[in-house]
């Protein structure tokens, strides 16, 4: 499966953000999708992740009751909402599939999309 990542750019802080990942050639629906973000000198972390269907949805601490996680498995397309960004959200968002679970190196990944938010 290919997977296209976009939706970044540059904020003020409080802002808001909606990022899409768009999947083609593959069984979209079977797949794990994760959001994934690397700041500048820092590792990869894990953001958000949504099962198959939409069924279950998983958040890091840090993003927890300001991004939303969200799938349309007829457009092929999962979305991450951003609200209330604050200057450490700043980095470049990566989209994700794994199947059967998301492991911590999922098997597909998008180009990702930057994002900074300025204070």
């Known amino acids: 499966v290919q997977l296209q990542a976009s939706g970044g750019g540059l904020v003020e802080a409080g802002s808001s953000l909606r990022l899409s990942c768009a999947a083609s050639?593959?069984?979209?629906?079977?797949?794990?999708i994760g959001w994934f973000r690397q700041a500048p000198g820092r590792e990869r972390e894990f953001v958000a992740g949504i099962s198959w269907r939409g069924v279950t949805t998983s958040y890091a601490d840090s993003v927890k009751g300001r991004f939303t996680v969200s799938r349309d498995d007829v457009k092929n397309t999962v979305y991450l909402q951003m609200n209330s960004l604050k200057p450490e959200d700043t980095a470049v968002y990566y989209c994700?599939?794994?199947?059967?679970?998301?492991?911590?190196?999922?098997?597909?990944w998008g180009q990702g999309t930057l994002v900074t938010v300025s204070s």
């Open positions: 994700a599939a794994d199947y059967p679970a998301l492991s911590t190196t999922p098997k597909y």
């Open positions: 050639g593959g069984a979209f629906n079977k797949y794990v």
